[in-house]
């Protein structure tokens, strides 16, 4: 199973809001998730990788009001 961090998914910062919803999503979810360690001159700490199948559900199903289709695929 691919996983990847939202850096890599979204082709940008994802900033810490964005990063807490997701994994406030995934942890309720009971979707499991992996850390690495980055260091660049922007960033220096442990992020948070998620399977791709769980990033393309989560921002494809967003809706306005904050909810999400939770129907994932494993």
Known sequence: MEVVSLFDYLGRPAGSELG??????????????????VSN????????????????LYFKNRQGNGTYNNKLPF
Request: with cysteine; proline share 6%; net charge positive.
């Open 20 to 37: 807490s919803k997701v994994n406030k999503e995934a942890q309720r979810m009971g979707v499991s998730y992996r850390t690495k360690h």
């Open 41 to 56: 001159p922007k960033w220096s700490g442990n992020i948070h990788c998620y399977p791709r199948t769980f990033l393309d």
